[in-house]
């Protein structure tokens, strides 16, 4: 298994034991990823807990564990929703919705946090 210092070793081309937005846009335009340098960007910001302009091993675990946490509770959602058909009784409670609030939520608590740290 791929530990995350080793990620970041492979993408630091620089050798500074961090990986900056050029970094990053360079290697997910080498695995192939197809996003614009808006999402290159977002998606930097999003790392980038600290605001320091480089993404660290320990920004990206964090990053890794809230991940693997939405994915958890997106899986044992549908689940559930899939067990009360929730989204028969309720039209306008789809699946899509009741995920789409918690990924924000996670991306609101993220920014929070940044914020924080900032201040």
């Known amino acids: 298994m791929l ?3 080793d990620m970041i070793e492979k993408v630091d081309t620089s050798c500074d ?7 990053l846009f360079k290697a997910i335009k080498m695995v192939g990823l197809d996003l614009t340098d808006d999402e290159v960007h977002t998606l930097f ?4 807990t600290s ?3 480089t993404i660290d091993a320990e920004e990206l675990e964090h990053a890794m564990r809230d991940f693997r ?3 958890y509770e997106r899986t044992s959602m549908m689940s559930y929703m899939e067990r009360t058909q929730l989204t028969k009784r309720n039209p306008v409670m789809t699946a899509e919705k009741v995920i789409d609030t ?3 939520s996670v991306g609101e608590r993220r920014s929070e946090e940044q914020r ?3 201040a």
């Open 3 to 5: 530990r995350v210092s």
């Open 102 to 104: 918690r990924l924000l």
């Open 51 to 53: 605001g320091d302009g």
């Open 17 to 23: 034991g961090v990986v900056d937005e050029e970094e």
């Open 116 to 118: 924080q740290r900032a």
């Open 69 to 71: 946490r939405v994915n």
């Open 45 to 48: 910001s999003f790392l980038d």
